[in-house]
């Protein structure tokens, strides 16, 4: 069991939970995901580490409400406990020099490359971070951005901060101006894949991190299966950071869609027995 030992409201519907998990706090690396369970009758979710504190033992995880797990984990208050905490799993990310880097964020995926862009910056990596989300009222860790970034730039989809617009439309006119050695994403699929495009025409290397469904992220349900240079891989023990030019874009699209319907209906169900136990909220 697992002890949640802080609970906070970013925005609303977006949670930062720090956990106390002190062997993971102190093997963990950038780039690394956990998978949570609540309960024996939970679903398995992975969330990227967002941070840790070794002095402390704590992960920080930082998610949104979407699915039915993820309602239900936001509905458990500080001094609570997880079921499973597992990890940490999957590949740490590269960190070496590239030279100029651009981090494209998207939604709560701000979260996640924080830790990402903190190392690159150690080996003297210039960082351009690039935000987008649909509105000002929705941008997250903003102070933790400008600390870690030489260049922090945004785009939101109604102009209420930065650029209106979408990251794509920054990282054009960054690619324009600057000489970019690298990319790094995480958030939205369409995002990714987006980005992927611009940069493959450009030649510019750009990893991807994918955050697909997953089940016991050992490799052996393969349910987080993906196509690279037409070569299965399991973003659980391969990934989660892939060759965005390599990967079959069209296939991790089509993926997400096969469990729609049923993730509304545990959603409907969840949410007609929901009964939160927090008093706080």
């Not at 964020?105 to 987008?132: D, S």
């Not at 990251?167 to 939205?188: F, Q, S």
């Amino acid at each position: 069991m697992y002890k949640i030992v802080s609970k906070k409201e970013l925005r609303p519907k977006i949670r930062s939970y720090e956990v106390y998990a002190p062997e993971i706090a102190k093997s963990a690396k950038a780039g690394q995901f956990v998978i949570f369970r609540i309960d024996e009758r939970g679903e398995r979710v992975p969330l990227t580490i967002a941070g840790t504190n070794l002095e402390k033992g704590l992960v920080r995880v930082v998610f949104q409400e979407v699915g039915k797990s993820t309602m239900h984990l936001a509905s458990l208050c500080e001094g609570d406990y997880i079921r499973d905490f597992l990890g940490p799993l999957g590949n740490p990310t590269k960190i070496k020099k590239y030279g100029t880097i651009v981090a494209v964020a998207g939604g709560v995926g701000v979260a996640e490359i924080i830790p990402v862009i903190k190392e690159l910056r150690k080996v003297n990596n210039k960082i351009i971070t690039i935000v987008g989300v649909r509105c000002k009222d929705l941008i997250i860790l903003e102070d933790e951005l400008k600390q870690e970034s030489d260049l922090l730039l945004f785009a939101t989809n109604d102009g209420t901060h930065g650029v209106k617009g979408f990251v794509t439309d920054i990282l054009n006119d960054v690619l324009i101006r600057e000489k970019v050695d690298m990319v790094y994403a995480i958030g939205p699929v369409p995002m990714m894949k987006a980005i992927s495009e611009i940069t493959k025409e450009k030649h510019i290397e750009t990893l991807v991190s994918l955050n697909p469904i997953m089940l016991d992220g050992s490799g052996m349900c393969g349910a987080c299966r993906v196509s690279v240079n037409g070569n299965t891989k399991f973003v659980c023990v391969d990934g989660p950071d892939f060759n965005a030019h390599l990967l079959n874009w069209e296939e991790i699209v089509s993926r997400l869609e096969l469990f729609k319907n049923f993730e509304k209906i545990s959603i409907d169900k969840f949410k007609n027995n929901r009964n939160c136990k927090c008093h706080k909220e």
